[in-house]
């Protein structure tokens, strides 16, 4: 049916069109998944769905070198499946290694070069590296103030040094641990003088983090939670860099997730829980300029904490 048909019926050519991404400044190859709508999806950058697959609690997702998905079912299961969807490996935290009875959780996994699998484990507060086969080859236990299994950590990356970077979430603090578990620095999100406040939304405050990386300088992004913030910290504890919660115009931060710093400067950042009226990812320059946005809340809701730029060669 044509345009002009359908203007001559009195219809609307956009009403009866799926509605799609929208996207401010360069259109790009996404990543996400929400577990309020129970869907990852990989959105092209016209804004179409190029891939999609159902799932459950996620707080983690990777597309592999190789073209492959890895992400988690749920919050003890992970799956590697083919862009067709068949499943080539996956491993449970809930059935294996010990965990056979116990609460665990996972919100954080990483594919390693030697392709082994590392999963952070809340509950067991543990790392472990694991092979194709689900055997143990490395095991790093970690500090928690304030057991939780389900926020003992948010996301945790395995570094350039070697290292493990955590997002501590509910003791608010990022640690990094070296390969026999000793914590060689660390890093208390702080208050900055605010009450808490219960919630996920914009209402709510704390340091309840959710993730860190470790930039090619030294310093450490780290993505506030629900400080509704990105700071920038020195080995030395200072904060460089702050991006706070109403500091973009006509943007309203909520639960910040991943973070990232990309090769011109610019900071890419998730904005979870912050409503239909905000975009869920953004980037903005060092002086705090928005030069980038990505908002889908037909295939997405408010809780998207999974959220990446693909490069456009995968």
């Known amino acids: 049916m044509t345009k002009q048909?359908?203007?001559?019926?009195?219809?609307?050519?956009?009403?009866?069109?799926?509605?799609?991404?929208?996207?401010?400044?360069?259109?790009?190859?996404?990543?996400?998944?929400?577990?309020?709508?129970?869907?990852?999806?990989?959105?092209?950058?016209?804004?179409?769905?190029?891939?999609?697959?159902?799932?459950?609690?996620?707080?983690?997702?990777?597309?592999?070198?190789?073209g492959n998905i890895l992400y988690q079912q749920g919050w003890t299961k992970i799956v590697e499946v083919t862009p067709d969807k068949q499943t080539v490996w996956e491993y449970d935290s809930a059935k294996m290694n010990g965990n056979e009875g116990k609460r665990v959780e996972v919100h954080a996994f990483q594919r390693l070069t030697d392709g082994s699998t590392m999963i952070a484990e809340s509950g067991p507060a543990r790392i472990i590296e694991v092979d194709k086969a689900g055997k143990i080859l490395r095991e790093v236990k970690l500090k928690v103030n304030n057991p939780n299994a389900h926020s003992d950590t948010r996301l945790v990356r395995?570094?350039?040094?070697?290292?493990?970077?955590?997002?501590?979430?509910?003791?608010?603090?990022v640690r990094e641990y070296d390969a026999t578990g000793n914590i060689v620095w660390d890093y208390e999100v702080p208050l900055f003088g605010k009450p808490r406040k219960g919630g996920h939304g914009p209402e709510a405050f704390g340091n309840s983090l959710f993730s860190a990386i470790r930039l090619e300088n030294g310093n450490t992004l780290i993505g506030g939670g629900n400080g509704h913030c990105v700071l920038e910290v020195t080995p030395q504890k200072e904060i460089v860099w702050k991006l706070e919660q109403?500091?973009?115009?006509?943007?309203?931060?909520?639960?910040?997730?991943?973070?990232?710093?990309?090769?011109?400067?610019?900071?890419?950042?998730?904005?979870?829980?912050?409503?239909?009226e905000n975009p869920q990812f953004i980037e903005v320059t060092k002086d705090k300029k928005v030069v980038w946005t990505?908002?889908?809340?037909?295939?997405?809701?408010?809780?998207?904490?999974?959220?990446?730029?693909?490069?456009?060669?995968?």
Not at 6 to 26: H, I, K
Not at 158 to 173: M, P, Q, R, T
């Open 158 to 173: 395995k570094i350039a040094n070697g290292n493990y970077l955590v997002a501590h979430e509910s003791d608010g603090f």
């Open 246 to 276: 109403n500091d973009l115009p006509g943007i309203t931060l909520a639960w910040v997730t991943r973070v990232e710093r990309l090769p011109n400067g610019n900071t890419r950042f998730g904005n979870c829980h912050a409503g239909s």
């Open 5 to 66: 048909l359908l203007l001559a019926l009195g219809l609307s050519f956009s009403v009866l069109l799926p509605s799609l991404a929208e996207q401010t400044g360069p259109a790009r190859r996404v990543l996400a998944a929400d577990d309020s709508t129970r869907k990852l999806a990989i959105i092209a950058p016209d804004g179409s769905v190029e891939w999609e697959t159902k799932v459950g609690a996620i707080h983690d997702a990777w597309v592999l070198p190789n």
């Open 294 to 314: 990505f908002k889908d809340f037909k295939n997405f809701g408010n809780s998207m904490p999974v959220q990446a730029v693909l490069e456009a060669n995968r």
